[in-house]
Every structure is written in structure tokens, then in C-alpha cells.
């Protein structure tokens, strides 16, 4: 079954550092994701993607927040100026045309110290 | 209450007891997914129920859709030790957005 793949799976920062978090969407999917999990908290919505660009945000996604799709295969998170309540786990989803085959990868832990 | 809460917010059972979680939500949706979350790991997608579907059956799990009450229900048969984890519902609204909104997590602890 095709997966939606997360690198780092753990990621630690200096509070301040620039981080990429990184993910291959599934390869025919079109809507791209990012999802954010404090630690003991629900999973929150952070930003959609689609035919390269924002198609939604929240208000966490804040200037700090940027998405990219680099190439045909990648989609990047990028923190420019980590903070320690940056520290979550982030998930990657990916979908097909709209809500369809919506798929989320494993997720990358990231720790701000 | 928030889209997508979860009740009970924790549940502790012996195994091979049944055990059901609910969820509320309040705007109308396409479809709602459960997920399961082992401490701090990555989510598993268990089951995704179409807002035109009343009850959807895998392996030992079953999920009721009740639409007209925005609530949907978990229920694992003959849990087991490894049931333990946080369950989570997932609703995608039925316009305007394709993101999912979470809910707040039932905790649910199998004593073997």
C-alpha cells in the first residue's frame, strides 16, 4: 500500500536554529499537508498545499511557518526561528483530489532545546 | 465543545472486555476516520466511515455513524494489552476545506 514517507523520524534543534522537516507524498496525489501534535494535545491542522501553493492555513502557521515543493517528489516544513514550544510531533498527509485517499505519514518528532 | 470530542477521556478495562469511545462533532461532514497513537508514535489509521454509512465493521473494531446526532462510536471487541494507546476521531467537513479536524483523544488502558 503506498505510504507517505517522514525523514527525520527525531529531529533536536537549538532554540533559534532553522529546521526541514521533510516528506514524500504519496506520487499521484495532488494535496499536500501539515499537522502538528503537542505532546498530550490533539493533532492541529496547519497548512494545505495545492498546485503549488497555500490553499489553507491556520493561525499557527504563523511567518515563522513556510511549505515547499521543491521538486516533483518532496514537501518541505520549514521553522526559520525555532522556539522551545515548537517542540511536537509533525505529520505529513497527502490526498488525492480533495479528502480522497487522504493519507498521513508517521510523523517526525521534533525537540527544541 | 470543540469539533471532534472525544468521551470518555480515559477508559481502563480488563482484557477480553468490550470497549466503546464516542465522538461529537458540529458542523456536517463528509466522512469521519478513527485513528489509534501508541505513546508518542505516529498515527494508524483504523477505519474511515462515509457521512452515507451508518456502521462499518473491521476485524474487531466497529464504528457507528449517527449523522443526525453528529456522533460517531468505537467500539473494540475482546480488547487486548496491545488495544492500549490513545484513540483519536477525524472529521473532514463536508465544504469548503479538505483538512481534518481532531478530536481531543479517549486514552484507553487494557489491564491484562
Known amino acids: 500500500e503506498p505510504e507517505v514517507t517522514q525523514t527525520p523520524s527525531h529531529q533536536v534543534t537549538q532554540m533559534g536554529q532553522e529546521v526541514i522537516l521533510r516528506c514524500v507524498p504519496i506520487s499521484n496525489h495532488l494535496y499536500f499537508y501539515w499537522y502538528r501534535q503537542i505532546l498530550g494535545q490533539k493533532v492541529e491542522f496547519l497548512v494545505s498545499?495545492?498546485?503549488?501553493?497555500?490553499?489553507?492555513k491556520s493561525e499557527i502557521f504563523d511567518d515563522q511557518f513556510s511549505v515547499e515543493r521543491p521538486d516533483g517528489s518532496n514537501f518541505t516544513l520549514k521553522i526559520r526561528s525555532t522556539k522551545l514550544e515548537d517542540s511536537a510531533m509533525y505529520f505529513c498527509a497527502s490526498s488525492g483530489f480533495g479528502i480522497y485517499g487522504y493519507t498521513f505519514g508517521s510523523g517526525t518528532r521534533l525537540t527544541v532545546v | 465543545s470543540q469539533q471532534g470530542e472525544e468521551d470518555p477521556q480515559a477508559l481502563s478495562i480488563q482484557e477480553g472486555e468490550n470497549a466503546t469511545m464516542n465522538c461529537s462533532y458540529k458542523t456536517s461532514i463528509n466522512n469521519l476516520q478513527w485513528y489509534r497513537q501508541n505513546s508518542g508514535r505516529g498515527l494508524v489509521h483504523l477505519i474511515l466511515i462515509r457521512s452515507n454509512e451508518r456502521e462499518k465493521h473491521s476485524g474487531r473494531l466497529r464504528v457507528t455513524l449517527d449523522t443526525s446526532k453528529k456522533s460517531s462510536s468505537l467500539l473494540i471487541t475482546a480488547s487486548r494489552a496491545a488495544d492500549t494507546a490513545s484513540y483519536f476521531c477525524a472529521t473532514a467537513p463536508s465544504s469548503g476545506t479538505y483538512k481534518y479536524i481532531f478530536g481531543t483523544g479517549t486514552r484507553l488502558k487494557v489491564l491484562a
Open positions: 498545499f495545492y498546485n503549488n501553493e497555500i490553499s489553507e
